[in-house]
T-cell receptor
Framework: GAVVSQHPSWVICKSGTSVKIECRSL??????MFWYRQFPKQSLMLMAT?????????EQGVEKDKFLINHASLTLSTLTVTSAHPEDSSFYIC?????????????FGPGTRLTVL | GQQVMQIPQYQHVQEGEDFTTYCNSS?????IQWYKQRPGGHPVFLIQ?????EVKKQKRLTFQFGEAKKNSSLHITATQTTDVGTYFC???????????FGAGTILRVKS
């Protein structure tokens, strides 16, 4: 099956710094990737849709200037949390869309746990 | 916006008992997917249901998609301690590729 990796798997940073998270599709090309956020004991909330070669589409309530998404190649999307604050501490998960004849399938990365001190 | 309601929020069963979680959408879905997330882990894809009335089985897990493609269920027969985790359904609507996740059902199994 399709494999998606994320790096780093966890990161601790100081308040006010920026953190970059990478999402890679390892054995396929992904024109579309998604970024989710999951707070403890909650469900996954879609933050944005990342499209290769174009601007990301952000969900309502997600600040595009704070969560910068770059999908520069068919196998890599990055999420940069700028000027991180403790309330940004969360589990960030990406997924990559694999189109198929029947219906598209998303494959999820292992997630990145961000802790902002 | 589009939502998927999932119940129950939490279920604690004795090992060997059955478990069911239900998902419901107010509008017709294109497909529904099920994921399992172990404590501290990430969601792992279990299955995708596309056809109206579809039933799929994976060992002790039975997945159903309603005739109207608005509801779905996951049933686990004779739970084991390895079944512990949170089970999420996620709906996909026609003309879109955004998955909307249900709130999840936390399953605890007492041995």
């Amino acid at each position: 099956g399709a494999v998606v990796s994320q790096h780093p798997s966890w990161v601790i940073c100081k308040s006010g710094t920026s953190v970059k998270i990478e999402c890679r599709s390892l054995d396929f090309q992904a024109t579309t990737m998604f970024w989710y956020r999951q707070f403890p004991k909650q469900s996954l909330m879609l933050m944005a849709t990342s499209n290769e070669g174009s601007k990301a589409t952000y969900e309502q309530g997600v600040e595009k200037d704070k969560f910068l998404i770059n999908h520069a190649s068919l196998t890599l999307s990055t999420l940069t949390v700028t000027s991180a604050h403790p309330e940004d501490s969360s589990f960030y998960i990406c997924s990559a869309l694999v189109p198929s004849a029947m219906t598209d399938t998303q494959y999820f990365g292992p997630g990145t746990r961000l802790t902002v001190l | 916006g589009q939502q998927v309601m999932q119940i129950p929020q939490y279920q604690h069963v004795q090992e060997g008992e059955d478990f069911t979680t239900y998902c419901n959408s107010s509008t017709t879905l294109s497909n529904i997917q099920w994921y399992k997330q172990r404590p501290g882990g990430h969601p792992v894809f279990l299955i995708q249901l596309v056809k109206s009335g579809e039933v799929k089985k994976q060992k002790r897990l039975t997945f159903q998609f309603g005739e109207a493609k608005k509801n779905s269920s996951l049933h686990i027969t004779a739970t084991q301690t390895t079944d512990v985790g949170t089970y999420f359904c996620a709906g996909l609507w026609e003309y879109g590729n955004k998955l909307v996740f249900g709130a999840g059902t936390i399953l605890r199994v007492k041995s």
